[in-house]
């Protein structure tokens, strides 16, 4: 039997919280501390540079989310304490399980290891990533079925249904869809052990995509419904907090990729 109530959403832990396993304590030159996992509003931070290589820029924390589970890396800058600003293009998974390569624009300069920074994200870009990310964990709500696939990007966003058959309504879709943004469900990150989500498999809706773990805990993303979840999954994205913050969204096109697959694209309606 497990016991979701009983673990504390990240939200309230309050500032300066620093978790006691080892996924948030910097114990190797390649990790990087994640701030986006606990806050994905931080739009800029202090960070010192601990590696630059023909690879990417690593810094000792970052707000930088790596592409990853169908959400593209951020783009933003690195500004230097000269007032130099190094433009980053892309931002990309390490080797190492919390290591993030910032990477430069071509020609950029190469910071020395050691150097403060601070770095910023292009904030409308990525919280309109936010926006779609968290939509489509509602579009999971609405559709039955296994998530195959899925990808966010800037304004659009798809997921890939293992379901038989043409039955899927594109408006019935959208005003449901519409319905739950509207509705403004709280939107929570929280972790739970590894041992509990191998005791309910029924949460890996996406099958493609690997969840965040490591020092046996998984990052699950609630949206709170007023009679339980209206979705809860493993997903180490950014999302918006609230669903209101989604906006109107249309259906742009379901496509029929093969006998069973059918992929939902959708938009902002505005
Ligand atoms: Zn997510």
Redesign the pocket.
């Known amino acids: 039997m497990i016991c979701l109530h009983k673990i504390v959403p990240v939200a309230e832990m309050g500032p300066g919280f620093r978790r006691d396993d080892k996924s948030f304590v910097l114990d190797s030159a390649d990790m990087t501390e994640l701030l986006f996992r606990d806050d994905a509003y931080i739009r800029s931070c202090p960070a010192r540079v601990t590696a630059a290589d023909a690879r990417g820029i690593r810094l000792d924390r970052t707000v930088f989310y790596p592409t990853g589970?169908g959400q593209p890396g951020d783009v933003g800058v690195l500004r230097l304490a000269s007032g130099a600003a190094i433009a980053i293009v892309d931002t990309v998974k390490g080797e190492g399980p919390d290591e993030v390569i910032h990477v430069p624009a071509p020609g950029a300069a190469s910071p020395e290891p050691g150097a403060e920074v601070t770095a910023e994200l292009d904030w409308e870009r990525r919280h309109r990533l936010m926006r779609m990310?968290s939509c489509l964990?509602l579009l999971c709500a609405v559709v039955p079925g296994g998530v195959t696939g899925g990808q966010v990007s800037d304004g659009r966003g798809r997921l890939d249904f293992d379901v038989p058959g043409s039955s899927l309504d594109k408006e019935v879709i959208a005003a449901r869809l519409n319905e739950l943004i509207a509705a403004g469900h709280p939107v929570v990150p929280r972790w739970i052990a590894d041992e509990e989500l191998a005791a309910r498999p029924e949460l890996v809706r996406t099958m493609s995509v690997k969840p965040p773990s490591g020092a046996g805990q998984v990052r699950l993303?609630e949206i709170v419904g007023p009679d339980g979840a209206v979705d809860l999954q493993p997903?180490g994205?950014t999302?918006v907090s609230n669903t209101a913050e989604i906006g109107p969204v249309t259906i742009a096109k379901i496509e029929n990729k093969g006998r069973q697959n059918r992929r939902i694209i959708i938009a902002f309606a505005e």
């Open positions: 589970g990310h964990h993303l997903c994205g999302h």
